[in-house]
């Protein structure tokens, strides 16, 4: 029986840097022919060459500063990555723009381009530039041609080429990449490639990956393996992971194996996953209090305590936005 308390969550993760010799092995599951693979057959073997080759050194850019992104390898130490909901699109294409006019045929800078214009919803143009930069040897790139390929933007639905685009990232040792791979193998067929997405998800959960953590531990509490889940969670938890606290926090409301019903500690949890901007954590925090108002609530007020169940509720309320 855990006893696990609460601690200080660390700051958010980043992604893993360096090569990881993953091979592939077996095409073929229940029924289905996966498609080729090699990265030669996306790439050819000219572009596949400068895969992972370092990009070159072109300093800092105001195109870096307002669109770069934490799934890329090429990102300029020291600059943070921003939020797709904060990029501020009338600045970042224009500067962007500049940027690939002054550097033609710099591969983050077309990705990062294209990341503008897919914010923009102009898909078809960073459709374009993602390829020209997947071809320059972008593992992110590779990831923006899964992305388009998975939700049909700027090219037609296509899942099998999704699945080509990230897993040759994957091969790479891209994490970020793992991650979106297992999730486009799960949803493809149902429970048809669901060992291959098993696979991947823990592949990028041996690396110590929050989120492939959290991913891989759903999967094993789908299966009903709730006390194989746990140590995973905690540990994707304890990096801060969203899910992750929101899933302790479960744990610890409803009780039972492997963790005691402690409901002040599973609010702790739930408070933590809303800080990291699970707003769903936070309509579960309101149930909890007002369930067990006696055991979580006691030092408050009562209109302290409902201040709290009304912030909670509106927390987590779906917000509109004209952005994807």
Same mark, same amino acid.
């Given at each position: 029986?855990?006893?696990? !308390? ?20 077996? &095409? ?10 090699? %990265? ?18 072109? *300093?800092?850019?105001? &195109? ?19 939020? *797709? ?10 500067? &962007? ?6 550097? +033609? ?20 143009? !960073? ?28 090219? +037609? ?14 091969? !790479? ?45 759903? %999967? ?37 194996? +492997? ?7 599973? $609010? ?41 169940? %009304? ?6 309320? +779906?917000? $509109?936005?004209?952005?994807?």
């Amino acid at each position: 029986m855990h006893t696990f !308390a609460p601690k200080s969550i660390a700051s958010h993760w980043r992604l893993i840097a360096g090569l990881l010799p993953w091979l592939l092995t077996g &095409c073929a599951s229940a029924g289905y022919q996966m498609p080729d693979l090699s %990265l030669d057959s996306l790439l050819g073997s000219d572009q596949a060459a400068a895969r992972g080759q370092p990009v070159a050194d072109i *300093g800092v850019t105001r &195109c870096d500063q307002l669109t770069t992104h934490e799934d890329d390898w090429d990102r300029v130490n020291g600059v943070p990555p921003v939020d *797709g909901e904060d990029i501020d699109i009338a600045a970042a294409i224009p500067a &962007c723009e500049k940027a690939l006019a002054e550097h +033609p045929g710099h591969r983050r800078l077309q990705a990062e381009l294209a990341r503008a214009y897919a914010e923009a919803f102009r898909y078809d143009e !960073a459709f374009r530039l993602s390829g020209q930069a997947a071809e320059a040897g972008s593992l992110y790139a590779l990831i923006q041609q899964g992305h388009a390929y998975r939700y049909g933007r700027g090219t +037609p639905k296509d899942i099998d080429k999704a699945v080509n685009a990230y897993q040759s990232a994957a091969k !790479a040792g891209h994490i970020g990449a793992m991650n979106y791979l297992g999730s486009t193998l799960y949803q493809r067929d149902g429970w048809g490639d669901r060992s291959k997405a098993e696979s991947w998800y823990r592949k990028s959960a041996n690396t110590g990956n929050a989120t492939g953590m959290a991913n891989f531990a759903q %999967l094993l509490l789908i299966d009903g393996k709730q006390e194989e889940a746990f140590p995973w969670f905690e540990r994707a938890a304890r990096q801060g992971n969203a899910f992750a606290l929101q899933q302790i926090g479960t744990y610890y409301a409803v009780g039972g194996e +492997p963790a005691i019903k402690a409901p002040y500690t599973a $609010l702790s949890y739930f408070e933590k996953a809303v800080e990291k901007g699970r707003p769903s954590a936070s309509v579960k925090a309101a149930k909890l209090f007002i369930q067990e108002a006696g055991d979580t609530s006691s030092r408050l007020s009562e209109s302290e305590r409902q201040a709290k169940v %009304l912030y909670w509720i509106e927390y987590g309320m +779906p917000k $509109l936005s004209t952005r994807q």
